[in-house]
């Protein structure tokens, strides 16, 4: 038989491999949210110094996702494949460095859990296909959108913009939405928090949000279409408003300090996706409609 048989008729181990590799995946994404910052920050001040005329900075050793070799941030050990590992090596060693036994972050073991468990659940909710396999692709770059956001403010069109053309051309094929109902989700989801940033600029003369949050929204709109879009702002919305109230008071910051909504639209826009129609439905009957 077939692998794609297999896993076809056999939902649990098509659940055990999209855990494995989501495992896999998400250690390659705990990559891009460290590193992907700072290549956009060099490559930034690269042009501000070619358009102000200033001379280049020198160029230091090759920076991308692939190189330099992962190393310990305390002694610069090179990490080795057995300590890459995702989440098992990171048990193994104790969550410490193997050369100087400095902690490791328990981000790196967290983020892989919740790639491996996400993408596993997905396998399971949508079955062996295309759609699982594209939900999976969605669901790591918002899981890295998200966290870099949350550490950065930024929400990188190097992520974002590709994920939008790739929601409409899986519409293309009615993957998730109509073509037509994911292209006016997209243009509808720019435009709902363009047209809120503006009028809370002309009123406050301050910026509420970032453009990302706007090309973010789009691309949700791009892949469930615009009838996802009122669900996913007001969860959005409600999740940002508990969730900010409750690190501020954590922080003891001010009222006044910036929190990136990125992830409220992340989380909610996923959960609109997979269940936006049954919550939809589940209030209509719940107000008697």
């Known amino acids: 038989m077939p692998l794609s048989d297999y896993l076809a008729t056999t939902p649990i181990a098509f659940t055990l491999c999209a855990l494995i590799l989501g495992l896999v995946v998400g250690s390659f994404l ?8 700072k290549m956009l ?38 990490i080795r494949a057995w300590e890459n590992i995702p989440v098992v090596s990171y048990l193994a060693l104790k969550g ?12 790196y073991p ?7 468990v996400l993408s596993a659940f997905i396998a399971w909710h949508f079955g062996f296909g295309w759609a699982a ?36 051309i899986v519409n293309a094929f009615g993957l998730f939405a109509t073509l037509p109902d994911a292209l006016w989700g997209a243009v509808g989801g720019y435009l709902a928090l363009w047209v809120v940033f503006w009028l809370f ?20 709109g791009a892949w469930g279409g615009w009838q996802v879009l009122p669900l996913t702002i007001l969860l959005s919305s409600l999740v940002g408003a508990i969730l900010g109230v409750i690190l501020l008071r954590l922080r003891n910051a001010a009222h006044s300090t910036p929190i990136p ?12 996706l997979l269940w936006g129609g049954q919550i939809t439905a589940s209030y209509m009957q719940f107000a008697g409609f």
Not at 30 to 37: D, G, K, S, Y
Not at 41 to 63: S, T
């Open 30 to 37: 705990n990559v891009i949210i460290h590193r992907l910052p």
């Open 41 to 78: 920050e060099r490559d930034w001040k690269a042009q501000a110094r070619d358009i102000l005329g200033l001379p280049a900075e020198p160029e230091g050793p090759r920076y991308n996702l692939m190189l330099p070799a992962s190393t310990c941030p305390h002694c610069a050990h090179k």
């Open 96 to 107: 410490k460095c193997n050369q100087c036994h400095a902690p490791i972050s328990k981000r």
């Open 110 to 116: 967290l983020v892989e859990l919740a790639s491996g």
């Open 133 to 168: 396999g594209a939900m999976m692709l969605l669901t790591w770059g918002l899981l890295a959108m998200s966290l870099i956001d949350a550490d950065h403010q930024l929400l990188p069109d190097a992520l974002v913009l590709p994920l939008l053309w790739l929601g409409l």
């Open 201 to 220: 600029k002309l009123v406050t003369g301050k910026e509420g949000m970032g453009h990302g949050d706007f090309k973010l929204l789009a691309m949700l």
């Open 261 to 272: 909504f990125g992830p409220y639209l992340a989380i909610a826009g996923w959960i609109a």
